[in-house]
């Protein structure tokens, strides 16, 4: 079993990055051997879950990974009941919605229905998001006790990825309290110039949050002055998703006033 341990970290390290790794960068990020490292991806490549480049040595992820992505995507349970509602909002509002969740440590974007008014951004279908400056990140760590919330900033730390990005963690500590107590979060170009998110959580069995609805749109096209209006369709949606799901109650239907703006970028 600890072979077969290894043999995950060492692809798990794909998970998160979205270039390709050589043995050394992978190494790096496990702690081991180069021999076991390049045993491990030989055997991966040769299933054909990992590519190697046949100039710069280096891998990445193959067809394989991708198979069982979209049927891990196609047979979660949260994507069949949340298609028909994102499909819905996404039509009436006009902005794409997401559904992220979170996996361990992970925060990621599990599936998107594209609005009329699509904005293409670097945060994408399948890729990880931070969880300290996305709206969707913020409501699926709101809900986390603080030790978990300390022990995460430790790890990960908290990267300024714009100017506007939360980098302090008493800042941020006290931004998600407000996040919980509100059920809403939104950014302004704190993950990537130019964008708005607006997200609002999704509960399951035992009022357990199981996910993030958002609704993403480009700056120019964010008017304030309507937070709390898609706040409160958001809501609704992710109202009907929670009882869905099992949820027997739904705690939030509106934003406070500290919500309904975003800052330009």
Same mark, same amino acid.
């Given at each position: 079993m600890k072979s077969l341990t290894s043999a995950l970290a060492i692809y798990g390290s794909f998970a998160t990055t979205r270039q390709p790794l050589g043995i050394s960068d992978i190494c790096e990020r496990t *702690?081991? /051997?180069k021999s076991q490292v390049s045993k491990v991806l030989s055997t991966f490549r040769d299933q054909g879950f990992l590519e190697q480049d046949p100039v710069t040595r280096? &891998?990445?992820v193959g067809p394989m990974s991708f198979l069982? *992505?979209?049927a891990y995507a196609q047979t979660h349970g949260l994507t069949r009941q949340a298609l028909p509602i994102m499909r819905e909002i996404a039509d009436r509002s006009g902005h794409s919605a997401?559904? %992220?969740v979170r996996e @361990?440590? %992970?925060v990621f974007h599990l599936m998107a229905v594209e609005g009329q008014f699509f904005v293409d951004s670097r945060w994408r279908v399948g890729m990880s998001v931070p969880f300290h400056a996305t @709206? /969707? *990140?913020k409501i699926l760590t709101a809900y986390d006790e603080p030790e978990v919330l300390a022990r995460m900033i430790a790890v990960h730390g908290l990267p300024q990825i714009t100017p506007k990005t939360i980098t302090d963690p008493d800042a941020l500590a006290l931004h998600l309290r407000a996040v919980r107590a509100c059920g809403s979060a939104v950014t302004a170009g704190e993950s990537a110039p130019g964008l708005v998110a607006l997200a609002v959580p999704v509960f399951g069995e035992t009022e357990q949050i199981r996910a993030a609805l958002s609704f993403i749109m480009p700056q120019q096209s964010y008017d304030p002055a309507a937070a709390d209006i898609h706040v @409160? #369709?958001?809501?609704?949606a992710a109202r009907s998703l929670s009882f869905r799901l099992g /949820? #027997? %109650? &739904?705690?939030? *239907?509106g934003a406070p006033a500290e919500f309904r703006r975003a800052e330009s970028a």
């Amino acid at each position: 079993m600890k072979s077969l341990t290894s043999a995950l970290a060492i692809y798990g390290s794909f998970a998160t990055t979205r270039q390709p790794l050589g043995i050394s960068d992978i190494c790096e990020r496990t *702690g081991l /051997a180069k021999s076991q490292v390049s045993k491990v991806l030989s055997t991966f490549r040769d299933q054909g879950f990992l590519e190697q480049d046949p100039v710069t040595r280096k &891998y990445r992820v193959g067809p394989m990974s991708f198979l069982v *992505g979209v049927a891990y995507a196609q047979t979660h349970g949260l994507t069949r009941q949340a298609l028909p509602i994102m499909r819905e909002i996404a039509d009436r509002s006009g902005h794409s919605a997401v559904l %992220t969740v979170r996996e @361990a440590d %992970t925060v990621f974007h599990l599936m998107a229905v594209e609005g009329q008014f699509f904005v293409d951004s670097r945060w994408r279908v399948g890729m990880s998001v931070p969880f300290h400056a996305t @709206a /969707a *990140g913020k409501i699926l760590t709101a809900y986390d006790e603080p030790e978990v919330l300390a022990r995460m900033i430790a790890v990960h730390g908290l990267p300024q990825i714009t100017p506007k990005t939360i980098t302090d963690p008493d800042a941020l500590a006290l931004h998600l309290r407000a996040v919980r107590a509100c059920g809403s979060a939104v950014t302004a170009g704190e993950s990537a110039p130019g964008l708005v998110a607006l997200a609002v959580p999704v509960f399951g069995e035992t009022e357990q949050i199981r996910a993030a609805l958002s609704f993403i749109m480009p700056q120019q096209s964010y008017d304030p002055a309507a937070a709390d209006i898609h706040v @409160a #369709e958001l809501h609704s949606a992710a109202r009907s998703l929670s009882f869905r799901l099992g /949820a #027997e %109650t &739904y705690p939030f *239907g509106g934003a406070p006033a500290e919500f309904r703006r975003a800052e330009s970028a």
